[in-house]
């Protein structure tokens, strides 16, 4: 029997949202979509230091501005890469599973034992930021044409973005959603082969996490980047997909 478009998304008999949930010991940790109402939860997790001291990419402080203009720009993704998916079932009943540009679940929730679930993270996979190229015209010209590249081509390179409610750390959260996110979505459906990951130097979480999901460490990086009015340095890290 043909596969469903969405496969291998689960689907909440409840709600009808699609979910992929994470093995044990964590299997009471799913991902979803983003959904509106999700700006309350993820305000008090960017605003604490522990978490966004080792991200670039986020304004400090992080106020309910940010949190409303990312949640509708980022559930726009989600919810149009759904409804592609779910055209293409529409058009092409049993065709074969369409490749597509984005991972429509990202957010991580931990469900109670009401039924619940309370928000406690993120991982994204996107056209890499490059950051290993030093110069930054040349890394702007590498990046327009990575983002360039159609999709199913085999020599984009993506890279994840993410994080956890400080409450949840160092329980083996994000390198189970790594493996699930990569393995069950971003191989298959995105066609994703090549990847770089990228940690500030002395986050030793991030890059123990994307090691253990088979990052081979290429360096450090140091391309005068500031964050916070502080410069930082790379950790590099690679990862290609090994062929059956
Ligand atoms: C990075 C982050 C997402 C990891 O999530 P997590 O769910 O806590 O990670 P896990 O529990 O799956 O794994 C963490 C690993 O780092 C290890 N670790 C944590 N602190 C460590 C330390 N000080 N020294 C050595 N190893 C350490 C853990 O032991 C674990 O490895 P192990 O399974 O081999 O023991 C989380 O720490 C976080 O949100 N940090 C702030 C934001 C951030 O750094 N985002 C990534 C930006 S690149």
Request: glycine share 8%; net charge negative.
């Amino acid at each position: 029997m043909a596969l469903s478009q969405l496969h291998p998304l689960d689907i909440n008999p409840q709600t009808g949202e699609p979910f992929l949930r994470l093995p044990s010991p964590n299997h009471n940790i799913i991902l979803t979509p983003p959904r509106n109402g999700d700006e309350d939860a993820i305000l008090p997790i960017l605003n604490d230091a522990r978490v966004y001291q080792w991200m670039g990419s986020i304004p400090t402080p992080y106020l309910p501005h940010h949190a409303q203009s990312w949640i509708a720009t980022i559930k726009q993704k989600s919810d149009k890469i759904l409804e592609e998916l779910r055209e293409e079932e529409r058009i092409n009943p049993g065709g074969p599973l369409k490749i597509v540009g984005d991972c429509p679940v990202r957010y991580l929730r931990e469900v109670q034992s009401d039924g619940s679930d309370v928000f406690i993270g993120d991982i994204c996979i996107v056209r890499s930021p490059l950051e290993n190229v030093v110069d930054p015209e040349e890394r702007a010209a590498l990046v327009a044409e990575n983002n360039a590249k159609p999709l199913g081509d085999p020599s984009i390179c993506w890279s994840f973005g993410d994080y956890v409610a400080v409450s949840h750390h160092g329980r083996g959260i994000m390198s189970a959603a790594m493996d699930v996110v990569l393995n069950l979505w971003a191989i298959p459906r995105m066609g994703v082969r090549y990847m770089k990951g990228f940690a500030f130097d002395g986050n030793i979480p991030s890059a123990r996490v994307f090691e253990k999901n088979g990052f081979i460490r290429r360096g450090m990086v140091d391309n005068g980047r500031e964050v916070r009015g502080k410069p930082v340095v790379f950790i590099h890290l690679e990862w290609r997909h090994e062929e059956n």
